[in-house]
């Protein structure tokens, strides 16, 4: 919950100030800005769902025992470091990066895509729904084309539990992966995934774009009611209509 508030908050800053430097609203910009965002994140997401799977599978493969071995996830962090170090805390962050650039990419390029598509503009009485449909696909969009890497980077973060390690890399991680399971590991949990993906991803599109039509309206009202009467007296100039994101 803690790491999600500020990944939310790193991706969709930077995605946004991303747009802005690429100036042109195009399929291809959307796709680049989120993929920088998703990079961006990794330094926050990586760490957060180390401790989140250690704290899951604590217990795991040792002798039953009164105590835990992790407090709360900032203990599992701090216990990590002490014991491995910084390598230990960023375990899994090459394959967090290969998931979360292009899945943020894919995740609001499908968005755009969608909102445009869709019509999705503020007089629109189907504005809201179609907001949650476009960003619950784009969530599950996004998944799917990421969903085998992040299998391995799970099986990564999730080696050393209990005192046991299986893998010594990507590849090697990869190979025993196919070798003991078949090609079918790769979509293990796929299913679960998207039925999540999509509410949590529609809520979140939903609520971030129509936060943002409130703020700038409001910014519209305000510079409207601070100018003096003299420019009222000129002719209206029309409206923009707000962007699809």
């Not at 099986?155 to 991680?173: E, F, K, T």
């Amino acid at each position: 919950m803690m790491g999600l508030t500020f990944i939310n908050a790193i991706v969709f800053g930077v995605q946004g100030n991303a747009m802005r430097k690429l100036g042109r609203d195009t399929p291809l910009h959307q796709f680049l800005a989120g993929a920088s965002a998703g990079a961006i994140q990794c330094v926050i997401c990586c760490p957060m769902e180390l401790a989140k799977t250690r704290m899951q599978m604590q217990g795991t493969g040792e002798k039953k025992s009164k105590r835990k071995l992790y407090k709360n996830s900032l203990d599992c962090l701090v216990r990590i470091y002490n014991r491995e170090g910084i390598r230990g805390i960023n375990r899994g962050m090459v394959t967090t990066l290969l998931r979360e650039t292009p899945g943020f990419g894919v995740y609001f390029l499908t968005y755009d895509v969608l909102t445009r598509s869709l019509g999705c503009e503020p007089e629109d009485t189907y504005m809201i729904p179609k907001l949650l449909f476009a960003g619950g696909m784009s969530g599950i969009a996004s998944w799917i084309s990421t969903y085998p890497v992040d299998v391995i980077k799970s099986r990564l973060q999730a080696d050393g539990v209990g005192g046991v390690y299986q893998y010594n890399g990507i590849m090697d991680c990869i190979r025993q992966s196919l070798k003991k399971e078949g090609w079918r590991v790769f979509t293990r949990g796929l299913t679960s995934t998207l039925l999540r993906a999509f509410p949590v991803n529609a809520t979140t599109f939903a609520t971030v774009t129509l936060f943002l039509l409130y703020m700038r309206e409001g910014q519209e009202c305000s510079i409207q009611d601070s100018e003096p009467p003299s420019v009222q007296l000129q002719p209206l100039q029309p409206q923009t209509q707000a962007n699809s994101m």
